[in-house]
């Protein structure tokens, strides 16, 4: 059964760079027709779909953060990453990655806080 | 980008009730729309795909209905455990796949 667990830097300072990665594992990220997904949601606050990338590379982001974001897919470890640079605290979310298909799946979740 | 906009924000009623959530999108998107049940603390859980297909797991009492660009989440008959944040989201062609702003179904 395929199961996605998130990881992040956890606590990261204003300007600096956000990372998250997705661990995929129960089957293969290799694919090809999927996408994988990033979504974000700030505490007490909604869901926000950030981006995703496809197995060729091809990536697709929210427009409001297409200039800081940047995702990409590792086959070899299975895994997939998202890095948001210049962060501030309205970056400070709970990042989830998903499969994205007829029937997506989430994994459970990381929180990111940017904080001095 | 799609806009989905949920009504009503907040909808309060007891178990036992029926309860029906809408939501709405700014432009046709087919059958492509997913409802999410999130409670405080965890991830979203996927309950409905495709407008109307339960996921796997999910009670009957939840159904999902609608086309184009109105779509309606409906509750037969409330569980306790029913009450939580219900979110949709729209899939429809390309990214972005926007989500609404969600509802709040709590306890009266």
């Known amino acids: 059964q395929l199961q996605l667990q998130e990881s992040g830097s956890g606590l990261v300072k204003p300007s600096q760079t956000l990372s998250v990665t997705c661990a995929v594992s129960?089957?293969?990220?290799?694919?090809?027709?999927?996408?994988w997904s990033w979504i974000r949601q700030p505490p007490g606050k909604g869901l926000e779909w950030i981006g995703c990338?496809?197995?060729?590379?091809?990536?697709t982001f929210t427009p409001s953060l297409k200039s800081r974001l940047t995702i990409s897919l590792d086959g070899s470890k299975n895994q997939f990453s998202l890095k948001l640079s210049s962060v501030t605290a309205a970056d400070t979310a709970v990042y989830y990655c998903a499969r994205e298909s007829r029937i997506p799946l989430w994994g459970r979740g990381t929180l990111v806080t940017v904080s001095s | 980008e799609i806009v989905l906009t949920q009504s009503p924000a907040t909808l309060s009623l007891s178990p036992g009730e029926g309860a029906t959530l809408s939501c709405r999108a700014s432009q046709s998107v087919s059958t492509y729309l997913a409802w999410y049940q999130q409670k405080p603390g965890q991830a979203p859980r996927l309950l409905i795909y495709d407008a109307s297909n339960r996921a796997t797991g999910i009670p009957a009492r939840f159904s999902g209905s609608g086309s184009g660009t109105d779509f309606t989440l409906t509750i037969s008959s409330l569980e306790p455990e029913d009450f939580a944040v219900y979110h949709c989201?729209?899939?429809?062609?390309?990214?972005?796949?926007?989500f609404g702003q969600g509802t709040k179904l709590e306890i009266k």
């Open positions: 129960g089957g293969s990220i290799s694919s090809g027709s999927y996408s």
């Open positions: 990338i496809y197995y060729s590379g091809t990536t």
């Open positions: 989201q729209q899939r429809s062609d390309w990214p972005p796949y926007t």
